[in-house]
Each structure stands twice: as structure tokens, then as C-alpha cells.
């Protein structure tokens, strides 16, 4: 069952080391999303899931020890998912999975055994919400990590310029993660966040359905649209 989740954005420019000069135009994020997991570990889980969006080939289980890295971003950084060895048969962890790893890494969690899931953009509501029911059935005390940006077309210097539709989609998004309404994020389009570029969608929706029957609250700690790409942090205990 669900006990607690956390919601954060998942650029890589979360980590300091990359986004190098300018990492103090992210620090209300940081300490937002360090003040989320901490909230992860007060619940006590018996198991926690790093759940974010992922590319082609690297949707699906990532193991504990699983790796990522930041080499594709100028930095010789590496992260791996949970403290135990590093299993070097599993697939490099997708950017999302490694910004979590990082900021599980950084808040020294220790507190349950860790597995990571990659969800496909293509997933569909009804797909996103059958995983998260399994991941919630899967021991009785289920905590989430949940990476995952809105859209990033709030300015015409966004990734994906202006698209005068983000405001509303993010709104409602920030809406949705801020009171823990599930349905409300299972409804999102995902025809309309494929157009926005909001990588949160599918990753908002197996979190809507692992929360189905858990009687969550939520709260939104965070929310922002720097460099035009909307950015939340939420959790629900």
C-alpha cells in the first residue's frame, strides 16, 4: 500500500555539478525536493520506487545498483540507484532515474530497499495507473519518488518555445500534485502533454494510480517555470 510520495523535477541542472555557474538559480528546488524525501523517510517504508520518464530501450525495472551518469552533460559524475554494489549487468539508469538517484544519494537514504521504474512517453493513462497499483501492492508500507517536469513551452525561450496551452496544463498539474487528486492527473492528456514536452505526465499517472484507495493528502512545496519549463515539487503522506 502507499504511504508516502514525493514529487520532483528531474533536470539534470538539479545537480550542481552541472549546471555549474548557474546552480544557485535551482537552490529553492534542491532544498524543496530534500525536504520531500525527507518526508519519504518519516513514513517508514518497507520498499521505495524511483519512478520517472525514459526513452526507448530504457523504460521498465532498474535494479538496485543500477548506474547513471552525467557524462552526457559535460560532468564526470555517476550515481547509483541505492547504497549496495553496483550491478554491472543492468542498463544505465534514464536521466530522470539518475537525478533521483542523486537526490536520494544526497539526503543519505538508507531507509528501504530501492528499485527504480522507467515509463515509457508513450504509456497510456490506463497502463501508467496498472503499474502503479503493482507497485503499491508489492509489500505492505510503498513509498514513490516520482521524477518528472511539466511543460516546456511557458516561454519563447523554452525547450519547446511558446505554447500559449502550458500555463493552463501546468496549472492544473500543480493543482493535481498539490491536493493528491489522483483522478485529476489520470485525466491529464497525453496527446496535449506530448505537444507541451511534459515528461511528468506518465510518471504523475502511475503515481495517480499506486495512490488509488491510499487516502493520501497532498502538498505542493514547490512550484516554478525557470528557463520555461515548469518545474513541482509535491508530497502526499
Keep these: 500500500m502507499l504511504v508516502a510520495a514525493a514529487v520532483c523535477p528531474s533536470p539534470p541542472l538539479l545537480v550542481p555539478e552541472v549546471a555549474t555557474g548557474a ?4 537552490d529553492a528546488a534542491r532544498t524543496a525536493c530534500a ?20 526513452g526507448e530501450g530504457a523504460h521498465g525495472v532498474h ?13 564526470d ?32 537514504w538508507a531507509d528501504a530497499p530501492i528499485e527504480g521504474l522507467g515509463v515509457a512517453g508513450s504509456a497510456t493513462a490506463d497502463d501508467c495507473a496498472a503499474a502503479g497499483r503493482r507497485l503499491a501492492a508489492s509489500a505492505e508500507r510503498v513509498a514513490l519518488l516520482v ?24 496549472a492544473e498539474a500543480a493543482r493535481a500534485l498539490g491536493t493528491a487528486d489522483a483522478a485529476a492527473l489520470l485525466a491529464l492528456d497525453a496527446g496535449l502533454a506530448e505537444e507541451l514536452k511534459a ?10 494510480g499506486a495512490a488509488e484507495g491510499a487516502g493520501l493528502d497532498g502538498r505542493l512545496l514547490f512550484e516554478d517555470a525557470p528557463y520555461g519549463v515548469g518545474y513541482f515539487v509535491a508530497a502526499w503522506s
Design 23 to 26: 546552480a544557485p538559480e535551482l
Design 35 to 54: 525536504d520531500a524525501v525527507g518526508l519519504l523517510a518519516a513514513a517508514r517504508p518497507d520498499r521505495l520506487y524511483v519512478v520517472g520518464a525514459a
Design 63 to 75: 535494479p538496485a545498483g543500477a548506474e547513471g551518469s552525467f557524462a552526457g552533460f559535460g560532468v
Design 77 to 108: 559524475l555517476s550515481v547509483r540507484l541505492g547504497e549496495g554494489p553496483a550491478d554491472g549487468d543492468a542498463r544505465p539508469l534514464p536521466v530522470s532515474l539518475a537525478v533521483g538517484a542523486w537526490l536520494l544519494a544526497r539526503a543519505r
Design 147 to 170: 521524477m518528472g517536469d511539466g511543460s516546456a513551452c511557458r516561454t519563447v525561450k523554452a525547450p519547446g518555445y511558446l505554447d500559449e496551452r502550458a500555463a493552463g496544463f501546468d
Design 199 to 208: 515528461a511528468g505526465r506518465a510518471p504523475w499517472q502511475v503515481l495517480a
